[in-house]
Every structure is written in structure tokens, then in C-alpha cells.
């Protein structure tokens, strides 16, 4: 239990030091909240996105799955970004990726993985397609980062089609869709797509 409890104690003393910086702070915040951001990032427990940012409370809107996925046919997925987009009016969506992911990892063995082999088929049809492209990495590392890289490519592709995203851009420049990949190794984010914020941008997408 004393991981648990770790927990509930850090929880109270940061919530002292905000009050303590800021009387307001959590009252500021209560009412309603107006993020910049959405963001897309892998569940993976490496990956902290309000930390490796610093972001603050009520600056970012968060969805997190198995190696952040943004499925048209997921309804959670596709909830968020709506509600995000629709209702927030957040200014700008960003996928972001990480090294040496384990559900790359997974998508690219041939063994089975049960009912994990479903949410990986995205994945895997991105190493279909890319096959020769991922062939010219000898190294396995290198092979997995440029799997990352086209991944977060796919997802930022999905997003420029979902119908909220497009309703958007028809009224004017936003959201703008980013594409990252943060470092585990380093604690650092490479910008591997940015600035996509109309129809017009998108053919860049395709030729990355």
C-alpha cells in the first residue's frame, strides 16, 4: 500500500504549494476550463504529458490509448476530438508519439497478442505500406524510431479527415495539427509534423 498512499501525499502536498503561490488557483479553475491543447499521447506510464510539458491544470485536454491511436471508427477517440475541438475550440491537436514503444513493438512481431492484435492492425497496415521504407534501417532502433515517426504521420492523416476538424477549417485557421515524438531516453520532443491547418496543408502529409 505504500505506493498507494505515496500517491495521496504527493496529491495534498502539491495542492498546498498551488494555494501557496496562488490562493485561487483551484477556484480559478472550478468554473470551466478553456485549454489550448488536445493532445494524443501512447498510455504508456513513461510518458507524462502534462509533466514533460508543464503544462498546468486546465491548459491541456488529454486522450491517452495503446499507441496513440485516432481510429475514425473509435468512438472514444473521435468523442474527444470532438468535444475538444467543437466545444473548446481548442487551437491546436497534437499526436504525440514516444521511442521505443511497446505497442510498435508488438504490431511489428508475428506472434499473437490476443485481443491487442485488433488495436494494432492500423499499426501493422502502416508496416505494410512502408515495408520498403522501414527495410533500409538495418538497426532495430532505427527501424522502431522511423516506425514511430510514420505512425504519428497516420494519426495526424486521421485527424485531417475527421468531419469536426474539417467543419472547423472551413470557418478559418484552427485547429492546427501537430505530430511529435518525445524521447524516453532524453526527456526531449522531436516536431515530426506541424503547422497543418487547412485542406491545403494536408498534401504535405503524404509526402513525408
Known amino acids: 500500500m505504500k505506493h498507494y498512499k505515496k500517491l495521496l501525499e504527493n496529491n ?10 496562488d490562493p485561487a488557483f483551484f477556484a480559478k479553475r472550478e468554473q470551466a476550463q478553456a485549454p489550448h491543447y488536445l493532445i494524443v499521447g501512447c498510455s504508456d506510464s513513461r510518458v507524462p504529458l502534462e509533466v514533460l510539458t508543464q503544462a ?3 491548459e491541456m485536454f488529454v486522450h491517452r490509448n495503446i499507441g496513440n491511436q485516432v481510429w475514425a471508427n473509435d468512438l472514444n477517440a473521435q468523442s474527444v476530438v470532438q468535444f475538444a475541438v467543437g466545444v473548446l475550440e481548442v487551437e491546436h491537436v497534437i499526436v504525440c508519439g514516444h521511442s521505443n514503444c511497446g ?7 508475428s ?10 492492425s492500423d499499426i501493422r497496415d502502416t508496416i505494410h505500406w512502408n515495408k520498403e521504407r522501414l527495410d533500409t534501417h538495418a538497426r532495430p532502433e532505427e527501424r522502431l524510431h522511423e516506425l514511430s515517426r510514420l505512425n504519428v504521420l497516420q494519426q495526424v492523416r486521421h ?16 485547429p492546427i495539427l501537430s505530430g511529435w515524438i518525445y524521447d524516453i531516453g532524453t526527456g526531449l520532443i522531436e516536431r515530426v509534423v506541424e503547422g497543418i491547418d487547412g485542406q491545403d496543408k494536408t498534401e504535405s502529409l503524404w509526402r513525408s
Open 12 to 21: 495534498a502536498a502539491w495542492a498546498k504549494s498551488m494555494v501557496e503561490q
Open 56 to 58: 498546468l491544470p486546465g
Open 103 to 109: 505497442a510498435l513493438k508488438a504490431a511489428s512481431a
Open 111 to 120: 506472434t499473437s497478442h490476443g485481443m491487442l492484435d485488433y488495436w494494432l
Open 159 to 174: 485527424l485531417t479527415r475527421a468531419p469536426v476538424v474539417q467543419a472547423s477549417w472551413e470557418r478559418g485557421r484552427r
